[in-house]
């Protein structure tokens, strides 16, 4: 047991664990009649407790019938119920008509073999026969058994296979290591505890990996290296496995993702915790090596710490005005940090960023600078120069202007790390990280003067927005948001300021965003140019033009580009850095920028649409990107894609990108009226018969949707867009019923999933704030206004404590998660609430 029990504590900190268990014999004990079994209730409430675990899995993998096993169990909230050896694996597993007609005829023939034998019973199960001889004399059991086999032998399409006192007839090829398989790949387990008794568990201690623990119930020879002698001692060994699952969660103590603020000057970006720490940066650019990395890393990623000396708790942090300066204020002192946009020329000051932090108080401050360059992976030394560090080894000029502070250097590894502590008599300090220049001079300004520009910088442009009545707050700092991701020198805007915040805590699902999707930029620009402002998307069509100009054809229009245009490197993974919440591997570039997404022509093509219905000026630069971007459409609509997803597995028809191609046309149609003043007859056909083509493949009469690729059966949010976008009138029944299905079987209260099918990836995700804003609009396009007000609400509830999104929300684990501040999510706040500010200028009876 002492091996065992080091095994079980080491596996209590996997990031994401399984456990599974069988029935009889393990959770109930072995009975004459199966019938009359009855689960163990201390067993059953230990399952309960570690199924209520953040990132914790609990599956019942029984031969048993699914629904069998329903009746034996009062509460089955959370725990995955697999019956028929994994034959069973959901209520959606149903046998066909053939397979129920031939287990019927076979049933017929085993109750005639067991009317032959004493102590015989036979089960019927969806996917099989059972022939039960437990209480049988051993003679009439091997009779029984002989005979019950010789008879399933007759039938070519039957599975045979002998269990426990049991011979099982099944009509399709089920074993529970399959099963085990199966779930660990569904719930994207890193780790799996596999406890069984009966001769059928052996496929399930086979497939256990190396790091797993398999373990065996009674005696009998077996696969597992463990072995326990009882149902008491399952029930012991659930109890010891539930606390150390529990410890280990509670001292990890996650901070949220959307608790974190972001600090930007148009060049890069910078993220700060909920405990004031700086820990996430990148420099010169967003999509550059991180100095700061703790983000992704428990300890050792980079961190720039300011608290007090004497700890005071989490600070209480805000934003000044309409800024991305950041107050975070304890009791005794308070820090403002703020990346330096002074005079309005942030992204003019080529290679330039300046990170400013001011401490000031009334007591001591305890200051830990701890860069670690290139995510950690380069040695990291600090040299005392004048009035600050430079840190050695940086391949652009890096220093800390630290006037007055005495620094004591610490070796940590191959870094190194520096500590200060300030007494109050000499505050204020101001920190200085200068990034792009080697000289510790004093800036021409006072820090004073350059905080009030930046300040200026930021609420001067977001005094000129229109903004919503509903919300105004919070629609104001997604805009604002929206500019801070925004790349100055170029125009192009940021999916997100950060890389592999996790999609499936613990799992694989970790993605660079630092880069430019001209869709999700499109999209933004768009978003922005509803609260009036015009001058992001004119330089992001400048910018998206220049690249399209640099194409041999601009059907070869790249789904995703650094923010200086240029196509992205290889996909690669950090094993430096352990991930938010163990979640591996962290990952650099984007192997989607490869991929076929044929959706993007369509928001660039509305986003001139946009221009131009709102009286802004319309270039013959802007007229020939449209035409570009339509003679993309015509060579290449008929193909198929990755899809706005990104699935990773074949190209398919997808609908939602299908119907962005009819979108792109639609609209280019509206630019023509503005610049020519009549239809093109060929556009006209084009958009019809794309409309034909959506209408009549990606429209499923069984499911009474829309679904997400021709010919499939599985919903896709994204496919809200045939109404919202007008290739049908929301009025229209199919329309109706997508919108039905999608809040049927995508919504989970505040949150609306993509999809819900098997992408090929392990584990699952959180729901889309984005897809959550759509169906908010559906809900109004379809007049369901108050509804959709009470939807947007909730929305806006999920905020940080500053007003950020990441892009997604789990409502079982009930946190934030993939990368942070995602524009998606800030695109939805701002499209939502001015949806909804419409609706009530209608007078469609919107309560304030």
């Known amino acids: 047991m002492n091996g065992l029990r080091e095994r079980l504590g080491a596996l209590a900190r996997s990031p994401v664990l399984l456990v599974a268990t069988d029935f009889d014999g393990t959770l109930a004990p072995i009975v004459p009649n199966p019938a009359?079994?009855?689960?163990?209730?201390?067993a059953l409430s230990h399952l309960t407790a570690l199924a209520t675990l953040p990132s914790t899995h609990v599956a019942i993998l029984s031969g048993r019938a699914r629904a069998d096993l329903k009746t034996r169990i009062a509460d089955t909230r959370g725990i995955l119920l697999v019956g028929s050896h994994g034959a069973e694996a959901d209520a959606l597993n149903v046998p066909s008509e053939g397979e129920t007609q031939r287990l019927n005829e076979l049933s017929v023939h085993l109750h005639e073999v067991a009317a032959r034998f004493s102590g015989v019973l036979i089960e019927r199960k969806?996917?099989?026969?059972?022939?039960?001889?437990?209480?049988?004399?051993?003679?009439?059991?091997?009779?029984?058994?002989?005979?019950?086999?010789?008879?399933?032998?007759?039938?070519?399409?039957?599975?045979?296979?002998?269990?426990a006192c049991v011979v099982e007839f099944m009509s399709r090829p089920a074993d529970k290591g399959a099963a085990l398989r199966s779930m660990r790949h569904r719930v994207g387990a890193s780790g799996v505890v596999f406890i069984g008794d009966d001769i059928t568990d052996e496929d399930a201690f086979a497939a256990a990996l190396g790091h797993d623990v398999a373990i065996k119930v009674g005696a009998g020879a077996t696969v597992a290296p463990f072995r326990i002698p009882d149902l008491p001692a399952v029930v012991e060994l659930l109890d010891e496995l539930g606390q150390l699952r529990r410890e280990w969660l509670e001292s990890r103590a996650l901070p949220s993702i959307a608790?974190?603020?972001?600090?930007?000057?148009?060049r890069t970006v910078a993220l700060v915790d909920e405990s004031g720490r700086i820990v996430w940066m990148c420099v010169p650019r967003a999509d550059s090596g991180a100095i700061f990395a703790d983000l992704l890393a428990f300890s050792g990623g980079g961190s720039f710490s300011i608290q007090p000396q004497v700890k005071g708790g989490r600070p209480h942090q805000r934003y000044l005005g309409s800024s991305c300066v950041l107050e975070s204020t304890w009791e005794s002192i308070r820090v403002t940090d703020y990346l330096d946009c002074s005079g309005g020329r942030a992204f003019q000051r080529a290679g330039r960023t300046d990170l400013i932090r001011v401490v000031e108080g009334t007591s001591a401050a305890r200051i830990t600078f701890a860069p670690r360059l290139d995510f950690g992976r380069?040695?990291?030394?600090?040299?005392?120069?004048?009035?600050?560090?430079?840190?050695?080894?940086?391949?652009?000029?890096?220093?800390?202007?630290?006037?007055?502070v005495e620094w004591s250097i610490e070796q940590d590894g191959i870094h190194q790390t520096a500590v200060a502590v300030v007494k109050a008599a000499d505050m204020p300090v101001v920190l200085e990280l200068r990034s792009g220049i080697a000289s510790m001079r004093a800036a021409p300004e006072p820090e004073a003067v350059r905080r009030n520009q930046t300040q200026a910088f930021w609420e001067g442009w977001a005094s000129t927005l229109v903004l919503p009545r509903i919300q105004r707050d919070l629609v104001l700092r997604s805009a604002i948001t929206l500019k801070a991701l925004c790349y100055g020198p170029t125009g192009a805007i940021l999916a997100a300021a950060t890389t592999s915040l996790p999609e499936h805590l613990g799992g694989v699902r970790n993605w660079d965003y630092r880069y430019c999707w001209p869709r999700d930029a499109a999209l933004a620009a768009a978003a922005l140019l509803r609260l009036g402002n015009t001058g992001h998307a004119h330089k992001l069509l400048d910018w998206i033009l220049g690249i399209v100009d640099d194409l041999a054809s601009p059907e070869y229009l790249r789904p995703i580009y650094t923010v200086?245009?240029?196509d992205l490197g290889s996909e690669g993974e950090l094993s430096e850095l352990s991930g938010y919440g163990d979640s591996r591997p962290v990952r650099?570039?984007?192997?989607?920028a490869s991929q076929v997404q044929l959706d993007v022509f369509g928001p660039i093509v509305d986003l001139v649409a946009s221009l131009a219905e709102r009286g802004a000026p319309i270039s013959s630069d802007h007229w020939r990107l449209v035409r570009a971007m339509i003679l993309a459409v015509e060579r290449r609509w008929r193909e198929p894609d990755h899809g706005i997803w990104e699935f990773r597995g074949p190209r398919a028809h997808h609908v939602y990108?299908?119907?962005m191609n009819w979108h792109a046309v639609d609209r280019a149609l509206v630019v023509a009226q503005h610049v020519l003043e009549r239809e093109i007859p060929e556009w006209v056909?084009?958009?019809?018969?794309?409309?034909?083509?959506?209408?009549?493949?990606?429209?499923?009469?069984?499911?009474?949707s829309f679904v997400g690729a021709y010919g499939a059966t599985w919903l896709d949010a994204a496919t809200l867009h045939i109404g919202l976008r007008g290739l049908i009138s929301p009025d229209d029944p199919r329309f109706l019923g997508t919108l039905a299905a999608i809040e049927r079987e995508l919504r989970d209260g505040d949150t609306v999933y993509r999809y819900r099918h098997d992408d090929g990836l392990p584990g699952g995700e959180g729901g889309f704030h984005i897809c959550m804003a759509w169906l908010i609009e559906a809900f109004i396009k379809t007049g369901r206004v108050t509804e959709a007000r009470e939807m947007f609400d909730r929305l806006a509830a999920l905020a940080g404590v500053t007003g950020l999104y990441s892009e997604q929300y789990d409502p079982q684990l009930r946190m934030s998660l993939g990368n942070h501040p995602q524009a998606y999510s800030h695109i939805a706040i701002i499209n939502a609430a001015v949806a909804l500010e419409e609706a009530q200028s209608r007078g469609a009876g919107l309560v304030m």
Request: proline content about 5%; cysteine-free; glycine content about 12%.
């Open 259 to 266: 608790s974190h603020s972001l600090l930007s000057d148009q």
């Open 685 to 704: 056909a084009l958009k019809d018969a794309i409309a034909q083509d959506v209408l009549e493949n990606g429209w499923n009469a069984q499911r009474g």
């Open 657 to 659: 990108s299908r119907g």
């Open 126 to 163: 969806p996917f099989g026969v059972v022939l039960h001889y437990r209480n049988a004399t051993l003679a009439d059991a091997n009779g029984a058994a002989e005979a019950a086999r010789a008879v399933g032998q007759r039938f070519d399409d039957v599975q045979i296979r002998d269990g």
């Open 378 to 404: 380069a040695a990291t030394r600090l040299m005392p120069r004048g009035d600050g560090l430079e840190i050695e080894g940086a391949a652009d000029p890096l220093v800390l202007r630290s006037p007055g």
């Open 564 to 566: 200086s245009g240029g």
């Open 36 to 42: 009359t079994a009855e689960i163990d209730p201390a």
């Open 588 to 592: 650099v570039s984007n192997a989607a």
